[in-house]
């Protein structure tokens, strides 16, 4: 069973957005999927309900109580897990997870106040046993990026300069929010202007897949 955690310490920055379309995407791959949703909005778990009549649904669980309970509740035969934590969390919140997690993604945004607020965690992941024998990989997803403006541009250049890998670069576009309201994902449509977005996710599935 593979487990992967999207968590960053800085709210609104794409996270459920990224897990969703991890966990949509193994589904449609076939593989027997469950989404933790950890955060108290919920918002994955309302995704996973609208999705519920497709063949490749995905399993909600509730995950803002107690991570140990959480993690007992996942049925036999889970082939992926992703879990969706509570924004403006920090190392200490995610224990439980970060036992169980073969890899962490954090979405940054293109901005200095995104990027600033999210060194802080980043400082405090590298402190966890798991990350500092390198049993624990960390990936960065520069989000909601603009390619065209200088702005995303020096976002990545100074991303690229931490420790940790930019593992995706995903461009800014208006079909995330249509289609997270819908419960369905990039992955589930083939038009060529979706295939062009799907294509910004292909590096994150690669290294998830190392």
Request: proline share 6%.
């Amino acid at each position: 069973m593979k487990t992967v955690l999207v968590a960053s310490s800085k709210g609104g920055v794409g996270k459920t957005t990224i897990a969703t379309h991890l966990a949509a995407q193994s589904a449609l791959s076939g593989h027997s999927t469950v989404l933790i949703d950890a955060d108290p909005q919920h918002s994955s778990t309302r995704w996973a309900e609208r999705r519920a009549g497709l063949e490749s649904a995905v399993l909600p669980i509730e995950g803002t109580r107690r991570q140990k309970t959480a993690w007992n509740s996942i049925p036999e035969g889970t082939d992926r897990v992703i879990v969706d934590a509570p924004a403006g969390a920090m190392r200490e919140d995610l224990e439980a997870w970060l036992e169980h997690a073969d890899a962490v993604v954090v979405p940054v945004l293109p901005s200095s106040l995104d990027i600033d607020a999210t060194v802080p965690f980043l400082n405090t992941l590298v402190k966890h046993p798991r990350v500092r024998r390198g049993e624990l990989k960390v990936g960065l997803v520069g989000n909601r990026l603009r390619p065209w403006t200088n702005a995303s541009r020096q976002a990545v250049e100074l991303l690229q300069q931490w420790p940790y890998p930019v593992v995706a670069q995903l461009r800014d576009s208006q079909a995330y929010v249509m289609l997270t309201g819908l419960g369905r994902s990039l992955f589930d449509y083939q038009s060529q202007h979706v295939r062009e977005h799907q294509s910004d996710w292909q590096p994150l599935l690669r290294w998830l897949r190392r």
